[in-house]
């Protein structure tokens, strides 16, 4: 899954940045409110973190201007500002979820994931097709009752699968989602994943569709 952070501290944008990619996410970053609006306006993210005292165009104008045109991005607002107005505006300016800080990092994970599924219309964090299941909620896999390992990245691509089972996922929809602004999409990295993931959980999962991408049976 692919996230924004907007965040103008340097560290804390380059720690959350860092910590969500060792999470499997790819992430790209702005660390200014202009740069983040324009960033999730040309992009179709799974999340957008957003912090709100910023130069120019704060956290409020910048959600405010997404929504006209992006009503289901999910927003989450990760600021220092804990009154309870702050939380309300927020909510009201159609933020999906608020975060004050500082924060637990293990917080704002299950924060992520719970405004994945969501956005997914997959409440509930375990998801069983035929015999694999994948518990969102502690991002762990087995089939037929055996536990599988996978890498971070092995486990966005199987997630977004999962999201979209029974459906083709395109080749551009997977680059979208799953590589960040600074990653080549010219490289095979994409084949690789999809052959580490059949080989962990069998060649039948995961199916070619010729020209068209890959779709994961229902």
Not at 35 to 62: C, E, F, I
Not at 125 to 133: A, M, N, R, V, Y
Not at 149 to 163: G, I, N, Q, S
Request: aromatic share 6%; glycine share 6%.
């Amino acid at each position: 899954m692919r996230l924004l952070v907007v965040e103008d501290e340097p560290y804390l944008l380059e720690t959350l940045a860092r910590e969500l990619r060792d999470e499997g996410y790819a992430v790209d970053t702005a660390d200014n409110g202009t740069d983040g609006l324009t960033k999730a306006l040309d992009t179709d993210y799974d999340t957008v973190v957003l912090d709100v005292m910023m130069p120019g165009l704060d956290g409020w104008q910048v959600l405010e201007r997404l929504r006209l045109e992006k009503s289901d991005t999910p927003v989450l607002m990760l600021t220092a500002r804990d009154a309870v107005p702050d939380r309300v505006k927020g909510l009201e300016i159609g933020a999906d979820d608020y975060l004050t800080k500082p924060c637990d990092l293990s917080e704002l994970f299950a924060r992520v994931r719970s405004l994945i599924r969501r956005s997914q219309d997959q409440p509930n964090p375990h998801i069983e097709i035929g015999d694999l299941l994948v518990d969102t909620a502690a991002r762990a896999v087995s089939r037929d009752g055996e536990r599988i390992d996978l890498t971070p990245r092995e486990y966005a691509m199987l997630e977004f699968f999962v999201y979209r089972r029974g459906e083709v996922v395109s080749r551009t929809m997977l680059y979208d989602h799953l590589f960040d602004e600074d990653e080549s999409s010219l490289s095979n990295l994409l084949d690789v994943h999809v052959c580490r993931l059949r080989k962990k959980l069998g060649s039948d999962l995961i199916k070619t569709r010729r020209g068209m991408g890959y779709c994961l049976d229902a």
